[in-house]
């Protein structure tokens, strides 16, 4: 996957509370974050589909969402 401007995003990471069977994951690559000031996200089951470029304050929100959720 590339950014808008062509940028390649490598370096995806899964999830904490992923398990080893799969089931509802999401990665993240923190390396584009941090040089970037966009958090990209996408499905782990569809690592080639689109990824969600999230603000930092939207991936914190997201990853609290997340954490106090029974979904």
């Given at each position: ?63 609290e ?7």
């Amino acid at each position: 996957m590339t950014d808008y401007t062509g940028t390649p995003v490598t370096g995806w990471v899964s999830s904490s509370y992923s398990g080893p069977e799969g089931g509802q994951c999401v990665q993240w690559a923190p390396g584009y974050a941090d040089a970037h000031s966009l958090v990209p996200v996408r499905d782990s089951k569809n690592p080639g589909g689109p990824a969600l470029m999230l603000t930092p304050e939207s991936w914190t929100g997201l990853v609290e969402f997340a954490r106090h959720s029974e979904i």
